[in-house]
């Protein structure tokens, strides 16, 4: 065993202005078009992808060193506002390949919910404001939701191997309860009528892939 794994330590920016990490390591965009599926209401969605389809919908700067069970990943998404029909604008959402893997969000900026679900179908609606931290427990599928008017952005750490499975919430047809407005011009949760819960079968293959 040695003292040092080899990584370097790192200081870097989270800037309050941009929501950006300077400098970062990696990251992503997500453009409109390529969250095809993932909203209840299909019409409405390709209805907006013909005229917004290449616009971002949410992007992701990181801090990534390794892939390292050992190693922390620490990143920042931004998630613009918008609604799909009655739902509200919101990332494709994961349970991570090794589903033991916890997660933190700290909110930088807006107004978003933190959208969990357990593999049994438990929903928790975790309600966020700059200042807002909420712990994500393993064996959690998790997604940002924004309810504001102005972009949703969160500071998020979790371990390196992790990985992400976006598929589990595909073959689930999205999550068990869907972020719709309410008559108030606030949010509300609505029952997802596309929903499939997961068999016992495929919740235990899920918990017995993390220990491989
Ligand atoms: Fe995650």
Redesign the pocket.
């Known amino acids: 065993m040695t003292l040092s794994n080899g990584l370097s330590p790192f200081l870097t920016f989270v800037n309050p202005e941009t929501l950006q990490i300077q400098p970062n390591t990696s990251g992503y965009k997500k453009y409109f078009r390529e969250l095809s599926g993932i909203y209840a209401d299909e019409t409405a969605f390709h209805g907006l992808a013909e005229t917004f389809g290449n616009a971002v919908a949410y992007r992701v700067d990181e801090a990534r060193f390794s892939d390292q069970a050992s190693d922390l990943i620490t990143g920042i998404s931004v998630l613009e506002p918008g609604k799909v029909g009655q739902e509200f604008f919101m990332t494709r959402g ?1 349970l ?1 390949q090794r589903a033991d893997r916890p ?1 933190t969000y700290y909110c930088l900026a807006g107004h978003g919910i933190l959208l969990l679900e357990s593999l049994a179908g438990e929903i928790k609606a975790m309600e966020m404001r700059p200042g807002s931290l909420v712990y ?1 427990p393993p064996f959690w599928l ?1 997604r940002s939701v924004n309810v504001g008017e102005t972009v949703f952005a969160t500071l ?1 750490s ?1 371990p390196a191997d ?1 990985g ?1 499975d976006f598929e589990i919430v595909r073959q689930a047809k999205g999550f068990r309860q869907l972020v719709v407005s309410n008559a108030n011009g606030g949010w509300t949760l609505a029952p997802n009528p596309h929903y499939r819960p997961r068999t016992a079968e495929e919740i235990r293959v899920y918990v017995a892939r993390t220990q491989s």
């Open positions: 994961h991570h997660e994500v998790h998020f979790y992790a992400q």
